[in-house]
């Protein structure tokens, strides 16, 4: 099993604001979709209940908490990252979602990052974990410009762990 992290950035690593994205960007919500789709996909709580409508369609949904007695429709509730090996081994790959504490949890154990890194600096009280050149090698990116429905220019960056 892969697992791969999946996380829209800003210029400084920022990537929430009161449990909320930094900002609309249809692209990185189009690429997240095309990736995370019929595979597991694995949150922290915050982020679960920062999800607009619940659990994401046509992708099985695992929350992470410690709250023991957490419960919600359509999702599977873990306690500890085990868990998500044990109840994920039969699959080529696991997408984790966030956010920060989870971001960083699952830095060392990640092979892929998908991130979309906004050509901006926000506001920002949630970020991703730093990570190097030395631990990753970028095998894929797409810059994009600013357009109609994307306010800000965006690069989309595959990393590769070395």
């Known amino acids: 099993m892969k697992i791969a992290l999946v996380a829209a950035l800003d210029e400084n690593n920022g990537i929430g604001k009161d449990n909320k994205l930094l900002c ?13 789709t019929g595979s597991s996909i694995v949150m922290g709580r915050k982020t679960f209940e920062s999800l607009p409508n619940g659990p994401l369609p046509n992708r099985r949904n695992i929350v992470i908490t410690r709250n023991t007695n ?6 599977e509730v873990i306690h500890s990252i085990n868990e998500v090996f044990d109840i994920c081994k039969n699959e080529e790959k696991v997408f984790v ?18 991130i979309t890194r906004t050509h901006h600096q926000f506001e920002a ?10 631990n990753w090698s970028l095998i ?23």
């Open 24 to 36: 609309y960007l249809p692209a990185d919500l189009k690429r997240f979709k095309k990736l995370t």
């Open 97 to 114: 979602i966030g956010g920060e504490e989870i971001y960083k949890i699952f830095l060392e154990k990640a092979d892929l990052l998908y």
């Open 70 to 75: 957490y419960a919600f429709d359509g999702i």
């Open 140 to 162: 894929n990116e797409h810059k994009n410009q600013a357009d109609d429905k994307n306010k800000f220019d965006y690069s989309f960056l595959d990393y590769k762990r070395k």
């Open 125 to 134: 009280d949630a970020f991703f974990p730093e990570f190097s050149d030395t």
